[in-house]
């Protein structure tokens, strides 16, 4: 993310410095002076928990109008004031705040060891607060499933996500269509197994069972890369299904 972010504002130094002498110009006079800084910039690293620490010692120091209007607490999602104040005035330069509680965050996010985090990061930047976002995807069939119910969705309407084991991999496969950094993995059609509603045209345990494991050893078996594309790449691989 670090790399990403500095690559697109050098990126703008670069190749439109027109547009930013505009910008900095007519619209805001910190524009170019706070894309240079992002691009030539180390940025921090904290933890979640760590910036709660910090935001609280913070907020007991400020009063009247200087508080923050949000309450701050181990758990809260960080309000665009904490992420600006961590940037701007803490660590006086762009900031990557990781490892987030896993209430506040999708049920797809990697579920850390400590089973109260998940590996999700936001990259803070002065002026801004987040600017990009991200996460690991949780790859274990059986969290993932749990914390799914957990979320209260329905599988039924989830199975094709779990048939493609999650990981995002449906919206990595537009990305892959005339790129060569191929992430997608075209597991779906091979491995997927409809239950053999055995009783009355009803899902049986054993139906369950067999179809968890089938999705069980797709996902956390790894696969072989595919051909490079776009030879290779078509969408009925991936048998993703639009939901209402």
Known sequence: ????????????????????????????????????????SNFARCSYTEAVEILTVEAKKRKGKKKFVNEVFWGCDLASEHERFLAEQHFKCPTIIYNYPKEIKAFYMKLNDDDKTVAAMDVLVPGVGELVGGSQREENYDT???????????????????DLGGSGRARTAALAWDSSAWSCSPRASKTSEKPSHSQGGQETPEDNKKRDETRRNAIQTKPKLPPTPPEFFHFKYYQIQARP
């Open 144 to 162: 993932l499933k749990t914390k799914m119910l957990t979320a209260g969705l329905d599988l039924d309407e989830y199975d094709w996500y779990l």
């Open 1 to 40: 993310a670090e790399d990403y972010v500095k690559f697109c504002c050098q990126y703008l130094l670069d190749h439109c410095a027109d547009d930013l002498a505009f910008f900095n110009k007519m619209i805001d006079k910190t524009v170019l002076a706070r894309v240079k800084s992002v691009a030539e």
